[in-house]
Each structure stands twice: as C-alpha cells, then as structure tokens.
C-alpha cells in the first residue's frame, strides 16, 4: 500500500458507442469503452458554456463481462476506478501514450430501456468521441 498518495477517479457519463469486448489470451475478458461528461459555466460576458471530456475506460473479467451484457451506447454509469498510463510504440516505430480509467466498479444508473431523469436523449453529436481517440486494434499492445 503507498502511503500518502491515491489514485481514484469516479465519474457519470454516458458512453458514446457499444463497448468492445475481447479476450486476452489467459482467457480473461476486457472491454473497452468511452463515456462522456460535461461541464457548464458562464463565461465573462454572462453566456452558458459548455464542454464535454471523454475518459477511456477499460474493464476486465467478470466486469467486463457485466459490461458486455448490460452497457450500451446513450447508457449513463457510474464508474469508479484509477488512472493508468500506458505507451508502447506503433507499427511505423512512434511512441504512443494512453491514459484511461481501469475500473473497479460500474454501476448503470438508469433501467433497462429508460434514460433515467432526462425527458429527451442528448444530441446524437455529443455521443460520438473524436476519431482521434480511437487506437487501431493493431496498434494496442495486447
């Protein structure tokens, strides 16, 4: 146990596409996915704005098989868990640098076939993360 210090990140978001789930070959089960949150404040001159972070997430073994079965794009989870920063490098020889959230816990937040409080499902644009986000399979060192 280090002392002093913690890593802990928890956030509400709701994913931007079905998470993708693979096997590692000890046959243990990760999925991978991206949640969305937002934050809202006021600029100087009084108007709203608004901007929206996505946070990779992975799951492994029986989590990630929760994941598989139960999470789906539009969902909004509780996710809690820590950072984790990976790099390795590429297939054209560049290093490539990760940060994402390795989670302990996930918790749906709203019943099957609801979204919970909100009356309208949020703009289709705000769901999709930027494709620079994206890792190509090939270049994931697993």
Known sequence: MSKGTVNKVILIGRLGQD???RYAPSGAAVANFSI???RGWKNKDGENQEETTWHRIVAW???AEFVKEYVKKGNRIYV???LQNRSWEDQNGQKRYM???VAA???LLES???RGDFSTPPAEENLTPPSDLDTPDEDVPF
Request: negative net charge; proline residues 5%; charged residues 25%.
């Open 19 to 21: 998470p993708e789930v």
């Open 36 to 38: 969305a949150t937002n």
């Open 61 to 63: 073994s029986r989590l």
């Open 80 to 82: 809690e868990g820590r």
């Open 99 to 101: 940060t994402e959230v």
């Open 105 to 107: 816990n996930i918790q």
């Open 112 to 114: 099957a076939g609801s």
